[in-house]
Each structure stands twice: as structure tokens, then as C-alpha cells.
């Protein structure tokens, strides 16, 4: 199908040069690397965080507001 895109001329360029590299039309270049892409992104969407809660407190002397203090005492510095 054509279609007519606006494209970054640094950008073009670069897939330009790299289609003469490869020896291979710029449509091939540009296909693949929008296939790529959309792949990419496909399978990245299927992901879900499930956060996971736990009853707990703050420890004593731990302070969440002054993050030395906080990396120092999960270190064991302190």
C-alpha cells in the first residue's frame, strides 16, 4: 500500500544509509523497523504489576524522611 510520511531528515538519512549497507530497498528497512517496533510493544503490553500488600510497621529508628540515614541503616552502618 502507499502512503506518503513525514519523516526527520536525520532519521531518514540514517535509514537510507543503512538500506545501502545492507543492500536492500529503504521500504524493507522501514517495514522492519516498524514491525519491530509494533512487536515490541505488543509484548510489553501483556505485562501487569500485581502489587502485593503486607501488615507491618516502621521499625524503630527507621526514618523515611532522610534517606542517608535510611541507606546507612540497610547497609548496616548504623
Known amino acids: ?12 538519512r540514517e535509514a537510507k544509509k ?3 549497507d545492507q543492500g536492500v530497498p529503504l521500504r524493507e ?18 505485562y501487569v504489576l500485581r502489587w502485593r500488600t503486607e501488615k507491618g510497621r516502621l ?10 540515614a535510611l541507606f546507612d541503616l540497610m547497609d548496616g552502618r548504623r
Open 1 to 12: 500500500m502507499r502512503t506518503t510520511l513525514d519523516i526527520n531528515d536525520r532519521l531518514l
Open 18 to 20: 543503512r538500506a545501502a
Open 29 to 46: 528497512v522501514v517495514e522492519t523497523a516498524l514491525r519491530d517496533h509494533l512487536t515490541r510493544r505488543r509484548r510489553r503490553a501483556g
Open 59 to 68: 521499625q524503630p529508628g527507621v526514618r523515611l524522611d532522610d534517606r542517608d
